[in-house]
């Protein structure tokens, strides 16, 4: 068998929003550099993802550490420099609280037009512990990385009538050369100079049926995980990461199982 490499790298600097494919990244205790970093909240702090606004997929953000930029179609793109100095607002994602610095009214007013609804921009601060693991997290769901391998999805991808992209399923870490749901047998990895645990399969939801380049939804690939990927009542692929040993991730890094379940 072939050694396993890093095949894949996404960042997603505004939840829900589109991924950005890199070629390299700074692995941080948080996960890759700046995912995660801004979300979308009603007035009353409720997160906002594509389970609720597929069109959140059109959006296609950028990040550099100072300026977000992000692009939908046509619509004149949105310029926001970062700010630390807003006001604090207490948010939820999912049944977890937290903290994001209100971004101010142009860009909320941007996000609303967008999403014909009233909502606020905001940028994490603070400290977010994940549910196991011992890790800590920004605004992502529950864990701070997302590892899928290309065999998995090659695997559903052989069920399925049309093939769907990665993308689906929005990882932050691609692998090739685990396997078929190799990721399901490992524990801890070493990536280049960095080491992940796995420590959570990752339960799927209606965001894998929607079209990450037009945000229309579907059935798939839902329907079809459900009759052999279900366990527990739920639908898994791909697992949840914590970082152990921080640094820099490149595409073609070799992969190396250092514990398995």
């Not at 970093?37 to 296609?60: I, K, W």
């Not at 601060?125 to 864990?143: L, Q």
């Not at 689906?168 to 399901?184: H, Q, T």
Request: proline share 6%.
């Amino acid at each position: 068998m072939s050694p396993a490499v890093l095949t894949g790298l996404n960042v997603y600097p505004l939840k829900g929003g589109a991924g950005t494919a890199l070629t390299s990244a700074e692995l941080e205790a948080k996960g890759l550099r700046y995912d995660r970093e801004f979300m979308l909240v009603t007035p009353e702090g409720r997160f906002l993802s594509q389970r609720d606004h597929g069109r959140l997929a059109l959006l296609r953000p950028s990040y550099d550490g100072d300026v977000l930029t992000v692009r939908a179609g046509e619509r004149e793109p949105l310029a926001h420099k970062a700010t630390v100095d807003g006001p604090v607002r207490d948010v939820i994602v999912h049944r977890a609280r937290c903290e994001g610095v209100d971004q101010g009214d142009d860009a909320a007013e941007w996000f609303s037009a967008f999403l014909g609804e009233e909502c606020r921009l905001v940028r994490f601060t603070g400290h977010r512990p994940t549910s196991r693991g011992g890790g800590e997290v920004a605004f992502a769901d529950g864990y701070p990385l997302l590892l899928i391998s290309e065999e998995s999805l090659a695997d559903l991808n052989g069920r399925l009538d049309e093939p769907l992209p990665m993308n689906r399923f929005r990882p932050s870490l691609v692998v090739a050369g685990l396997g078929p749901f190799g990721e399901d047998r490992a524990r801890l990895l070493r990536i280049g100079a960095t080491t992940v645990e796995l420590v959570k399969a990752c339960a799927r939801c209606i965001v894998t049926t929607t079209d990450q380049r037009t945000g229309e939804r579907g059935r798939e690939p839902l329907r079809t995980l459900a009759a052999y990927r279900t366990v527990d009542r739920g639908i898994r692929f791909g697992q949840n990461g914590v970082p152990r040993t921080l640094g820099t991730l490149r595409v073609g890094d070799p992969v190396e199982v250092l514990e398995a379940r």
